[in-house]
């Protein structure tokens, strides 16, 4: 089975503070994606990268940065945390992007308060 | 973006099957409809996804009616640990842009 790991499930980070998520996955996929989770609001996109050092804007980019030099890493930093950006990320991943259609595999999750 | 209608919940008793409705109206020709679910304190599983013929696999069945702007997921005996929220999404199937977007989903509780 594939596997997805976030290295935290729980985080706790004061106002100002850079922020850094990882991610991990085992099987060799080229897509991975960055959500936040929030009540009433679903999953919304963050940022996507389908190679090495590629990455993409999702529906809401501002204030976070990601980073891929690996094809099994992708990071997601928040520049300056704010308290609005309290939530609970997901990371995901699929195989190539040519093979439409196919579904991604989530981690379980990092719920990150901002003081 | 193509979006999907759930209702917000359902229940049904343990042992019995499920059957989970979408409406896609706005479906385009190459939108894959993916189903996911989410157990508490978990992110997203997924479950199955089709195109035009209904797919079956060890998880669950869904059902594309013949316009697809419809579909059901159907699980066939349905235990506790299939208490979860279920979404239902379609799949923008071009080259770069290719997202989910969740919507709210059904909440499916199971009676003992």
């Known amino acids: 089975d594939v596997k997805v790991t976030q290295s935290s499930r729980y985080l706790v980070k004061r106002t100002g503070e850079k922020v850094f998520l990882e991610c991990v996955q085992d099987m060799d996929h080229e897509n991975m994606f960055w959500y936040r989770q929030d009540p009433g609001l679903g999953l919304r996109l963050i940022y996507f990268?389908?190679?090495?050092?590629?990455?993409e804007k999702g529906d809401i980019p501002e204030g976070y940065s990601v980073s891929r030099e690996k094809k099994e890493r992708f990071s997601l930093i928040l520049e300056s945390a704010s308290t609005n950006q309290t939530s609970m990320y997901l990371c995901?991943?699929?195989?190539?992007?040519?093979?439409?259609?196919?579904?991604?595999?989530f981690g379980d999750g990092t719920r990150l308060s901002i003081l | 973006d193509a979006k999907t209608t759930q209702p917000n919940s359902m229940e049904s008793n343990e042992e019995e099957p499920v059957h989970l409705p979408c409406n896609h109206s706005?479906?385009?020709?190459?939108?894959?409809i993916h189903w996911y679910r989410q157990l508490p304190s978990q992110g997203p599983e997924y479950v199955i996804h089709g195109l035009t013929s209904n797919v079956n696999n060890r998880m669950a069945s869904l059902a594309i009616a013949e316009d697809r702007k419809s579909s059901t997921l159907i699980l066939h005996r349905a235990t506790l640990r299939d208490a979860a929220v279920y979404y239902c999404?379609?799949?923008?199937?071009?080259?770069?842009?290719?997202?989910?977007?969740f919507g709210t989903g059904t909440r499916l509780t199971i009676i003992p």
């Open positions: 706005t479906i385009s020709g190459t939108d894959y």
């Open positions: 990268s389908y190679d090495v050092k590629m990455k």
């Open positions: 999404i379609l799949l923008i199937s071009n080259f770069g842009n290719e997202k989910l977007t």
């Open positions: 995901a991943s699929s195989v190539v992007r040519i093979l439409m259609g196919q579904p991604q595999h």
